[in-house]
């Protein structure tokens, strides 16, 4: 479900906006983004960032959330290459600014992460693969103390509430793949939610896709994550759910070697790789996710 309310800017109120909140002159570039305006900075002394411009429906909190998982995750966990905080002149984590219609809107900075998207990379080795498992299995072992009251929220895109789905089964037109969704819906309801009170809990990024997953393809042989983008999705749930996403949109290649990478740094119970059976094709059941 994407979000229609996402804000219009131009490059040139990106220029402005990054002059007057953040003292900095420097070329503007757009960058996808589902919610988010996001404008890629690169200053004359070579720093790059991006400004991302929140839609008028986000809530402060939710981006406080984010900001302060970044923040949590530089401290506790700084190998990784995840985007930075940056302030404002001011020493704003977040700023505001008004649209030409007279709506606030929320302003962050972050650092620029360079890397080629996951979904751009062919082809996906047990290697890389692993470095993604990896990868997620250190950044949710750091998040494991952090805490954030936004981050305790009911979200669509949690798993754990997967089954909100058949109320929309009836969307889907070819009774084939109806039945396939509904197979799986009974499969996680049957034998993964009795699994659910002896998994571990804590707030994980939720969003591994392969459109936020960032990947160092300097040397072709030894391609590597190195980085995720987007904590939109953050959310207090089992921690496992991190892997069945990300292994989702592994699956068209092999999503056992990302499984290995992650339990390998999150020292993964049975019970936690037993229930991945289903989860992964639950993303992916889904045409709105």
């Not at 994407?2 to 570039?29: H, M, Q």
């Not at 995750?73 to 030409?100: C, N």
Request: net charge neutral; with cysteine.
């Amino acid at each position: 479900m994407l979000n229609n309310n996402k804000p219009f800017f131009t490059i040139e109120d990106a220029s402005r906006i990054a002059f007057e909140a953040y003292g900095l002159r420097a070329e503007v570039y757009t960058l996808p983004g589902e919610r988010d305006s996001n404008f890629r900075l690169k200053t004359t002394t070579g720093q790059e960032f991006v400004l991302k411009i929140a839609p008028v429906v986000e809530h402060r909190d939710i981006l406080d959330l984010q900001n302060k998982a970044l923040e949590h995750l530089a401290a506790h966990k700084s190998s990784l290459l995840l985007p930075r905080v940056q302030v404002t002149t001011r020493g704003e984590a977040i700023t505001t600014v008004i649209s030409t219609e007279g709506m606030k809107h929320f302003v962050r900075l972050l650092t620029f992460v360079p890397g080629k998207v996951l979904a751009e990379t062919r082809p996906h080795t047990p290697e890389l693969l692993y470095s993604l498992g990896s990868m997620l299995g250190n950044m949710d072992c750091a998040l494991q103390d952090f805490t954030h009251p936004a981050a305790h929220r009911t979200l669509k895109w949690d798993l754990q509430h997967t089954l909100w789905i058949r109320d929309y089964l009836q969307y889907i037109d070819q009774p084939e793949r109806r039945a396939i969704v509904e197979r799986f819906l009974a499969q996680f309801e049957m034998q993964v939610l009795p699994l659910l009170p002896k998994l571990r809990m804590g707030i994980i990024h939720n969003d591994a896709n392969d459109y936020n997953v960032l990947i160092d393809d300097t040397v072709e042989r030894a391609r590597r994550v190195v980085s995720v983008v987007d904590f939109g999705d953050m959310v207090y749930t089992y921690t496992v759910c991190e892997l069945a996403i990300a292994s989702a949109y592994a699956i068209p290649d092999d999503q056992r070697t990302a499984r290995v990478g992650t339990t390998r740094t999150t020292r993964g119970r049975s019970s936690e790789t037993g229930s991945l059976y289903f989860s992964p094709c639950l993303p992916v059941t889904t045409v709105s996710r």
